[in-house]
């Protein structure tokens, strides 16, 4: 059964570059609301440990993530755009990144697995998030595959060398002859070049 769904877009490689996509962002979304969900708790608890206000803590744990989708975003347009990313992206996306994995880790159990267990949910959304941007620059750039003709007819159009002249006639939409005439004169001049 597998196959036989898949084999319905083998034939179809943007659809099943769309499928992928699909797959990826719905998949970064439920890893994004997991990771939101706890990390933001871990965050709330650890701010307010160390004496912020309700508010404060409440606030916090968004700047972090907030740092780490607007640096992610801001590295892409400049993918999208043809250039390469700057320093403070880079620098603002690692630093969120890993204040968001140290907050989670230092609010968890005092143990190996503990820690590790607390760490997980960041890391994945880092990890699933990145692959999606991945995605979307490599779409963006034109990195996708070239669609397969449907007919295994191809027009191939003339080289830039070539010396193939389009024989058909020039009309002027003013309805000048001379227009006409200067044309096809410069169509033969080209011809006795080739």
Not at 61 to 68: L, N, Q, T, Y
């Amino acid at each position: 059964m597998v196959s036989g769904g898949l084999a319905a877009f083998s034939g179809r490689p943007q659809a099943g570059e769309r499928l992928i996509r699909w797959c990826t962002t719905v998949s970064v979304l439920v890893l994004a609301w997991i990771a939101a969900v706890l990390s933001y708790k871990h965050m709330y608890e650890l701010v307010l440990r160390y004496g912020e206000t309700s508010w404060g803590a409440a606030l916090l744990p968004v700047s972090v993530d907030g740092m780490i989708v607007a640096s992610s975003l801001t590295l892409l347009a400049d993918s999208r755009a043809g250039r390469r990313g700057g320093v403070l992206p880079w620098a603002l996306l690692l630093a969120g990144s890993a204040a968001s994995l140290a907050a989670n880790v230092a609010v968890a159990e005092p143990s190996a697995i503990g820690r590790v267990i607390a760490a997980w949910p960041s890391c994945a959304l880092i990890g699933a998030y990145e692959l999606l941007m991945r995605q979307v620059r490599q779409a963006s750039n034109g990195n996708l595959p070239e669609p397969v003709p449907e007919s295994s007819e191809q027009v191939s159009s003339p080289s830039a060398n070539s010396c193939e002249v389009p024989t058909t006639p020039y009309a002027d939409p003013t309805g000048d002859d001379l227009a006409s005439s200067e044309e096809s004169t410069s169509v033969e001049n080209l011809s006795k070049a080739c």
